[in-house]
């Protein structure tokens, strides 16, 4: 399948037939450039919905446009043209209701270093208009869901990577909102923090709150119920992970050969099969790959310096939507 040809419907999911937290209808985006009238197009008709009670990620490369759109969402920016419906709330029409209903856990740290734990919450919760006992309840709750109760007192520049991040959740959950946005919630994180973080995610989950994350992790990926996948500006799929995975249809062979051009071509008439040369290796999608590896090897003999064969990924997927690798897209 070519790229330029490739179905970018989304199946039918999880959110079919359920409540939606989120509606994104073809939101497009642009920033101007460095002549007055030039406008550089960063979204391009986005859209994807989001089922209440669903871990839903955007996945893509630096570059492809969830910062942006992560913006859009959480109404620091206004989209050139589409709209954004969050429980039915328009994000133009009424942002401060829209508000309401949104948590946000930025990228970037967005706690004062220099207060406690306990006094950055204190700070988020006077901004919503909490006071009193109503406030000194919710922070003492968050508190303890977060595993914080007993670094309450703790300076944040004290904390590891891992307890600051369980900070900025809590601050963006202390107004109870329906719909946590998190931008990249696990960069500079260790392997134990970000374990930490998605058993976390998974209690968020079991007690029905919404969750749309950014990120460009595979593995991270995975762990959501459903996806859409980001490409310069587009979505280029969406689905649960296994129903992207699916559309592969077999086995991902990757052959190292003298000449991948002049090997690609060959193969192509030879097995009748599609051989997109990348960054200097030819991809093979086949069924039963470890069968078909010594018909290809018998065939091409001194041709291939090396071969290998997996399961698809994500990885994959993209590859087949977009003709060009995950890490491609950055350049």
Known sequence: MSPEKAAVEERPSAAAGRALALEVEAVSFAYPGRRSAERVPALDGVSFNVGKGEVFGLLGPNGGGKTTLFKVLSTASLPSSGRALVFGRDLIA?????????????????????????????????????????????I?????????????????????????RRAEIAKGMLHVPKLLLMDEPTTGLDPGARRDFWTYVAELKREGMTILLTTHLMEEAERCDRLAILSRGKVVAGGTPAELKEEIGGDVITVLARDPAAFSAAARKRFGLEALVLDGTVRIEREKGHEFIPDLVGTFPGEILSVTVGKPTLEDVFVRRTGHRFWGEEK
């Open 94 to 138: 009424d942002p401060a209701g829209a508000r309401r209903d949104i948590g946000i856990v930025f990228q970037s740290p967005s706690l004062d270093r220099k207060l406690t734990v306990k006094e950055n919450l204190t700070h988020q919760g006077r901004l919503y208009g909490w006071t009193g006992r109503r406030l000194e309840a919710r």
């Open 140 to 164: 003492g709750e968050l508190l303890s869901r977060t595993g914080l109760s007993s670094r309450a007192s703790d300076l944040v520049e004290t904390l590891s990577g891992g307890l600051q």
